[in-house]
């Protein structure tokens, strides 16, 4: 048998000769099976394209929530227990008081010798007047602002803390490294904020009023409470300079994420 033109492909017979095969309604059902399928595929394709982009923001959906996870309330950070906290702020203080009283010891001896009684006013024969005033404060509250400012902001721990394996971080983000606006606010807070008020009373217990020595054990009793503020502080247990720093001291011993404040006792 000769091959046909016509083999593998549908009949098409030539003009003129008779019609074999399939009859002509064949052919347009063929037709339309083709068109029927195209009309029922846009038709399918039409709602998945129209619902596709809600499910595209479904699935984007856990990224969001991720990125506001990221500013949590650092309830899962190694928060540092008080005793440390307090024994690094003992060994910082005990630092800038050795350097404090070796270069205030030198300027008093100088200016004023060693046989003068003590008294409250400098025409008494005493030592109180402003220049040693002011030069207690400088050496008593600028100085230890200085020294942790700078170390907090360069390496987010001062050197007792870092001798008591603890650090200073964000509170939101929470355990991100502490911003140089933010160190230099809680040293200004702790040792700037919280001796204005000693000074004050000091030059007025010296200058003007005996009695005025007593609003400095006021402060100070202030001060003390604004340390103590972590033992109560809930979820972070935070001091109040690092309320208003936004900060948390953290326990770098430990990972960020494998311990809670469960050291801190009671």
Known sequence: MPDSPHRGRPYQPQQGQGSYGPPPPYQGSQWQQPQQQSS??????????????????WDQQPAYDDYNNSYDDGGDLALAPIHRRAGARIVDNALVAVFGFALVLPVTIGAFGLG???????????????????????????????????????????????????????????????????????????????????????????????????????????????????????????????????TLVIDERVGYDESEYSEYPG
């Not at 029922?40 to 923001?57: A, E, G, L, S, V």
Request: with cysteine; aromatic share 14%; proline share 5%.
């Open 116 to 246: 003068k009684p003590g008294s409250k006013t400098e025409d008494e024969g005493g030592v109180w007047n402003w220049p040693i005033i002011f030069t207690l404060f400088c050496v008593l509250s600028v100085l230890p602002f200085i020294y942790e400012a700078v170390q907090l902001s360069m390496w987010g721990r001062t050197l007792g803390k870092r001798v008591l394996g603890l650090g200073v971080v964000q509170a939101r983000p929470a355990g991100t490294p502490i911003t140089t606006t933010q160190a230099v606010w809680r040293a200004g807070i702790t040792h700037v904020g919280y001796q204005l008020g000693v000074f004050f009373f000091l030059v007025l217990a010296v200058m003007v009023w005996d009695y005025a020595a007593y609003g400095m054990v006021l402060v100070w009793a202030g001060a003390l409470m604004a340390y103590l503020w972590a033992i109560w502080d809930q979820p972070l247990h935070q001091s109040l300079h690092d309320r208003f720093a936004g």
């Open 40 to 57: 029922q595929q846009q038709w399918d394709q039409q709602p998945q394209q129209q619902w596709q982009p809600q499910q595209q923001q």
